[in-house]
Nanobody, 117 residues
Framework: VQLQESTPGLVKPSQTLSLTCTVS??????????WTWIRRPPGKGLEWMGA???????YYSPSLKNRTSISRDTSKNQFTLQLSSVTPEETAVYYC??????????WGQGTQVTVSS
């Protein structure tokens, strides 16, 4: 299984960040996997942002819930994160990953997102 994040690069403050993860080698509808978004700001630890399950059910971090939306396109085997009203403090490397119930078994390589005017 391979995961590949899109590369939005630079996003302006207050705009909406949109990231897509393209999955190959396995279907995002296969039981019982959860397709996850995680980020790491510079000098800080990993932060779980949210996930979309094999069933399509979505889960969000309580701290981001009001600004986050995760969706999927099963025909393209992709899932997408949208984070609105971004701030410079949300500059980070963003990862997509697959969770199998025991942990994260596959990760994308990560994409650097910089929030700056």
């Amino acid at each position: 299984v391979q995961l590949q994040e899109s590369t939005p690069g630079l996003v302006k403050p207050s705009q909406t960040l949109s990231l897509t993860c393209t999955v190959s080698g396995g279907s995002i509808t296969t039981n019982y996997y959860y397709w996850t978004w995680i980020r790491r700001p510079p000098g800080k630890g990993l932060e779980w942002m949210g996930a979309i399950a094999y069933s399509g059910t979505t889960y969000y971090s309580p701290s981001l819930k009001n600004r986050t939306s995760i969706s999927r396109d099963t025909s393209k085997n992709q899932f997408t994160l949208q984070l609105s009203s971004v701030t410079p403090e949300e500059t980070a490397v963003y990862y997509c990953a697959r969770e199998d119930g025991d942990g994260y078994d596959y990760w994308g390589q990560g994409t650097q997102v910089t929030v700056s005017s």
